[in-house]
């Protein structure tokens, strides 16, 4: 530890090979309390969302976002419809207040060891159900035998919508393939690679192995989509041929294509594992795609607010071995 002394400046502290410098003359003008404030009304949107969250008052919540203003000079949070929304500089305080948050939390009032035996937890993941169907129940059977009083709540999110909530800490952890790329306040780790299958009812879809790139563009197709687009990465491999297939149906549900499928003379373009547990369950036929797909990575992604807590690091391990088995 260096210490030295700069006009106001007390104290120069060499950490893991950086010199934080701590003011402390300004910084003791600081309520703690205003951060966590702050960090409440950037989740919930709402200053009465976000005084039950703190567990104080609706006139004391916005008494300290008046405080926060003032010492911010920025007005921080402005109305909206629902609730109120972040300015810009909000938004740009947001992460590194939640992270130094979470450090003086993780340091100060948690204790660093964690036994899932005996743990109560409540984790909220975020996933497709394209992941939740292969995934989920093999989580579930491993924290029966391990974490018996862990709980799961499922969130269901796509890969556009996933670092939002991430950010407002409406999930604990996200799951998806073809993530879009988060900033250096989120963390990343892939779990598994995945490719694509055909899947069919050979009852109702009288076509023989393997099939033809011109049978699979006249086929209709089913497309599951979260956001109710009718594209996917089958139509941009397609395009690359100038070629285009027949939509007839999408849903937001991927969970639901079996049931569309079944008897119906339409065929789909899933992820490898779900497709194989649909086909056995559903006795339905898979088989390769008539062309070149990518493969997909599929990652979870957390905030780096996250990264040292000693459940969270449990529960990324897990997810981890859980995936190993897949």
Not at 117 to 135: H, K, Q, R, Y
Not at 150 to 169: A, G, M, P, T
Request: neutral net charge; aromatic residues 6%; charged residues 20%.
């Amino acid at each position: 530890m260096l210490v030295n002394r700069i006009g106001g400046i007390a104290l120069l502290v060499q950490s893991m090979g950086r010199i934080l410098i701590i003011d402390h003359v300004n910084l003791s003008q600081l309520d703690l309390n205003l951060l966590v404030a702050f960090d409440a009304l950037l989740t919930e949107g709402s200053v009465t969302r976000a005084a039950e969250r703190v567990g104080v008052g609706q006139p004391s919540m916005s008494h300290a976002l008046s405080r926060l203003r003032r010492l911010l000079n920025d007005e921080l949070f402005v109305r909206a419809s629902d609730g109120v929304k972040p300015t810009p500089r909000a938004l740009a305080l947001a992460a590194p207040i939640r992270e130094a948050l979470s450090v003086i939390q993780s340091t100060l009032l948690h204790e660093r060891s964690f036994d899932p035996s005996a743990a109560e937890n409540v984790f909220v993941l975020g996933m497709p159900d394209s992941i939740e169907v292969p995934l989920l129940p093999r989580l579930l059977a491993l924290l029966a035998q391990e974490a018996p009083k862990i709980h799961v709540r499922i969130q269901s999110i796509d890969r556009y919508d996933v670092i939002e909530k991430l950010d407002r800490d409406q999930i604990h952890l996200g799951m998806a393939g073809l993530l879009t790329e988060g900033t250096l306040h989120h963390k990343r780790r892939r779990l598994y690679q995945t490719n694509y299958l055909c899947l069919f009812d050979p009852e109702a879809l009288k076509i023989t192995e393997p099939v033809t790139l011109e049978e699979y563009v006249a086929l209709p197709h089913v497309l599951g989509s979260p956001r109710g687009d009718a594209r996917g990465v089958v139509d941009d491999a397609l395009a690359k041929l100038g070629l285009r297939r027949v939509i007839a149906v999408t849903t937001p549900h991927f969970a639901a294509v079996p049931f569309i499928l079944k008897g119906a003379r339409l065929i789909c373009t899933a992820p490898e594992r779900p497709a194989r547990i649909f086909a056995q369950q559903f006795e339905l036929f898979v088989c390769e795609p008539p062309l070149p797909l990518p493969d997909s990575d599929v990652s979870m992604i957390w905030h780096a607010s996250y990264d040292l807590d000693p459940a969270h690091r449990w529960l990324r391990d897990t997810l981890i071995r859980v995936a190993g088995t897949m």
